[in-house]
C-alpha cells in the first residue's frame, strides 16, 4: 500500500481534485438550472450530455494518445475542462450547456484513460489490486467531497463554479510534474456487441440498464432534490449518500461474488435495489427516508457493475476478456445517455417520485431476467469463475482492461498455487 502511494501519489491526488470538480458541477448545474427556470426535459437533455460525450471520448481517447502523447492531452483536455466550467455561469442557455457538458463528458473520458494508464504503468502485478482500489476509493473521496463544497456560497452566482475550476487546474499540476509519458496502452482486439451478447445476454442487459441507474444518480438526482424542495445542504447530503453507499458496499459484495453463483447475486443486488428505490419513492417528502433510499441504492447499485463485468468474463476464454471491455462500457455508456431523457420524462409525468420510480423499474427488470436467465443454462461452480475486479461506473475502458487483466492473472496465479504440478 505504502509503496503504491510512494509512486503514484500525485497522480491519485490528481483525480481526486478532478473527482471533486466533476462532482461540484453536475449538483451545482441541476440546482442552478432551477433557478434559471430549465424545465425538466431541458435538464434532461443536458444531463445526457455528459454522458454522450463520454462515450465518444472512450472511442477516440486511445487514439489521440497514439499520435499526440499522454502529457498533451491530458494537460490540453484538463484545460478545456476547467474554461468550460467558467463558461456556464455566463452563458445561462440549455443547449450551450448540453453542449458544455458534451464536451466535459469527451474531456473527462480522456483524461481517465491517460491516468489510468499512467495508473497502470506505475504499478507491477503484485500491488495493482492494492492501486485500483486507492484509485477507486479517491474517485468516491472525491465525489463526496465536492457535495460539501456546494454549501460555501450562493449557487446563483459566480463563485461555485469558480471553484471547480479552480481544483481542476490545481490537479493537473502535479501529475504532469511528477509523472513522465508512458507507451501508449496496446488495447486488446475488441470483441463486437454481437459477441459479448452471445456471451453472456445478462451481462449485455444488465449493463445497459445499470447505465440508466448511473446516469440518474450523477447526473439527475440535484434535479430531483430542487423539484423536492430541497435545501443545497440537503441536496449534497442527498447526491453524498449514493456515493458513501457504493464506498462501504463494494468490498463486501465483491467477496460475496468469489462465493456463490453470480447471477443470483446480481438478482438479490437488483432486487434490493428496486426495494430501496420503492421505499423512497413512497417517501419522497421525508429527508431521512430518502438519504436511506440513496445508501442503499448507491450501494447495490456500483458493486453491481463490477459484477456484471466478472459475470460476463466467466463466459469468456481469458484471451478475449480484455477485448470485452471497450464493449462493455459501450453498452453501459448508451444507457448512460438515454436514462436522463427517459427519466425527464417520468419525472414530468409524476413529479419528483418519478426519480425512483425509474430506478425501481430498471431495478426490477434487472432481477426479472437475471432470474429468467438462471432458467437456461447453468452457472458456472465458483471455483471455476475469474476474481472479482473492482472498478467504478465512471471508469474509462482502460480501467477496466486493466483490472480484468489483473483480475485474469490473479486467477492464474491461484491456480498455479492450487496445482503447482501444471505450472
Given at each position: 500500500?505504502?509503496?503504491?502511494?510512494?509512486?503514484?501519489w500525485?497522480?491519485?491526488?490528481?483525480?481526486m481534485l478532478?473527482?471533486?470538480?466533476?462532482?461540484?458541477q453536475s449538483?451545482l448545474?441541476?440546482i442552478?438550472?432551477?433557478?434559471?427556470?430549465?424545465s425538466?426535459?431541458?435538464?434532461?437533455?443536458?444531463?445526457?450530455?455528459?454522458f454522450?460525450?463520454?462515450?465518444?471520448?472512450?472511442?477516440?481517447?486511445p487514439?489521440?494518445?497514439?499520435?499526440?502523447?499522454?502529457v498533451?492531452?491530458f494537460?490540453?483536455?484538463?484545460?478545456?475542462i476547467s474554461?468550460?466550467?467558467i463558461?456556464?455561469?455566463?452563458?445561462?442557455?440549455?443547449?450551450?450547456?448540453?453542449?458544455?457538458r458534451?464536451?466535459?463528458?469527451?474531456?473527462f473520458s480522456g483524461?481517465?484513460v491517460?491516468?489510468?494508464?499512467?495508473?497502470?504503468?506505475?504499478?507491477d502485478?503484485e500491488?495493482?489490486?492494492?492501486?485500483?482500489?486507492?484509485?477507486?476509493i479517491?474517485?468516491m473521496?472525491?465525489?463526496?467531497?465536492?457535495?460539501?463544497?456546494?454549501?460555501l456560497?450562493?449557487?446563483?452566482?459566480?463563485?461555485?463554479?469558480i471553484?471547480?475550476?479552480?481544483?481542476?487546474?490545481?490537479?493537473?499540476t502535479?501529475?504532469?510534474?511528477?509523472?513522465?509519458?508512458?507507451?501508449?496502452?496496446?488495447?486488446?482486439?475488441?470483441?463486437?456487441?454481437?459477441?459479448?451478447?452471445?456471451?453472456?445476454?445478462?451481462?449485455?442487459v444488465?449493463?445497459?440498464?445499470?447505465?440508466g441507474?448511473?446516469s440518474?444518480?450523477?447526473g439527475?438526482?440535484?434535479?430531483?432534490?430542487?423539484?423536492?424542495?430541497?435545501?443545497?445542504?440537503?441536496?449534497?447530503?442527498?447526491?453524498?449518500?449514493?456515493?458513501?453507499?457504493?464506498?462501504?458496499?463494494q468490498?463486501?459484495?465483491g467477496?460475496l461474488?468469489?462465493?456463490?453463483?453470480?447471477?443470483?447475486?446480481?438478482?438479490?443486488t437488483?432486487?434490493?435495489?428496486?426495494?430501496?428505490a420503492?421505499?423512497?419513492?413512497?417517501?419522497?417528502g421525508?429527508?431521512w427516508?430518502?438519504?436511506?433510499?440513496?445508501?442503499?441504492?448507491?450501494?447495490?447499485?456500483?458493486?453491481l457493475y463490477?459484477?456484471?463485468?466478472?459475470?460476463?468474463?466467466?463466459?469468456?476464454?481469458?484471451?478475449?476478456?480484455a477485448?470485452a471491455?471497450?464493449?462493455?462500457?459501450?453498452?453501459n455508456?448508451?444507457?448512460a445517455?438515454?436514462?436522463?431523457?427517459?427519466?425527464?420524462?417520468?419525472?414530468?409525468?409524476?413529479?419528483?417520485p418519478?426519480?425512483?420510480?425509474?430506478i425501481?423499474?430498471?431495478?426490477?427488470v434487472?432481477?426479472?431476467?437475471?432470474?429468467?436467465r438462471?432458467?437456461i443454462?447453468?452457472?458456472?461452480?465458483?471455483?471455476?469463475?475469474?476474481?472479482?475486479?473492482?472498478?467504478t461506473?465512471?471508469?474509462s475502458p482502460?480501467?477496466?482492461?486493466?483490472?480484468?487483466e489483473?483480475?485474469i492473472?490473479?486467477?492464474?496465479?491461484?491456480?498455479?498455487?492450487e496445482n503447482?504440478?501444471?505450472?
Open positions: 500500500m505504502f509503496s503504491v502511494l510512494k509512486n503514484a500525485a497522480l491519485l491526488l490528481g483525480m478532478l473527482q471533486v470538480g466533476n462532482g461540484m449538483t448545474l441541476g442552478r438550472g432551477e433557478i434559471e427556470g430549465f425538466t426535459a431541458s435538464m434532461s437533455l443536458i444531463m445526457s450530455g455528459y454522450v460525450g463520454f462515450l465518444f471520448g472512450s472511442r477516440i481517447a487514439d489521440l494518445l497514439r499520435k499526440v502523447g499522454h498533451r492531452v494537460a490540453a483536455l484538463a484545460s478545456l474554461a468550460v466550467m463558461m456556464y455561469p455566463w452563458v445561462t442557455d440549455p443547449y450551450a450547456w448540453t453542449a458544455g458534451i464536451l466535459v463528458g469527451f474531456c483524461v481517465y491517460t491516468a489510468e494508464s499512467w495508473l497502470n504503468d506505475s504499478t502485478n500491488n495493482r489490486g492494492q492501486a485500483l482500489a486507492l484509485y477507486m479517491m474517485q473521496l472525491g465525489i463526496v467531497t465536492s457535495q460539501a463544497l456546494l454549501v456560497a450562493d449557487p446563483g452566482g459566480f463563485i461555485l463554479f471553484i471547480p475550476s479552480v481544483l481542476i487546474s490545481l490537479a493537473f502535479p501529475i504532469l510534474l511528477s509523472i513522465s509519458p508512458v507507451p501508449a496502452h496496446a488495447s486488446a482486439k475488441p470483441l463486437s456487441l454481437f459477441q459479448i451478447w452471445r456471451a453472456s445476454p445478462l451481462g449485455c444488465g449493463m445497459l440498464l445499470l447505465g441507474i448511473f440518474a444518480q450523477f439527475m438526482a440535484s434535479v430531483f432534490g430542487t423539484q423536492a424542495g430541497l435545501s443545497v445542504a440537503q441536496i449534497s447530503t442527498f447526491v453524498s449518500a449514493f456515493f458513501v453507499g457504493a464506498l462501504v458496499l468490498f463486501p459484495i467477496w461474488s468469489d462465493r456463490m453463483d453470480r447471477r443470483l447475486l446480481i438478482m438479490g437488483s432486487s434490493i435495489l428496486g426495494g430501496a420503492i421505499f423512497g419513492a413512497l417517501f419522497s421525508a429527508f427516508a430518502i438519504v436511506v433510499s440513496a445508501v442503499i441504492v448507491g450501494g447495490m447499485s456500483n458493486p463490477s459484477l456484471l463485468l466478472a459475470y460476463v468474463n466467466d463466459y469468456l476464454d481469458h484471451d478475449a476478456m477485448g471491455a471497450g464493449g462493455m462500457v459501450f453498452i455508456g448508451l444507457g445517455v438515454s436514462g436522463p431523457l427517459l427519466l425527464g420524462w417520468i419525472m414530468s409525468a409524476f413529479g419528483p418519478g426519480f425512483f420510480i425509474f425501481a423499474l430498471l431495478g426490477a434487472l432481477a426479472a431476467y437475471a432470474g429468467f438462471m432458467t443454462r447453468p452457472a458456472p461452480a465458483a471455483s471455476e469463475t475469474d476474481s472479482y475486479a473492482i472498478v461506473m465512471s471508469s482502460a480501467a477496466v482492461s486493466f483490472a480484468t489483473y483480475a492473472d490473479t486467477a492464474q496465479e491461484d491456480e498455479t498455487s503447482p504440478r501444471s505450472a
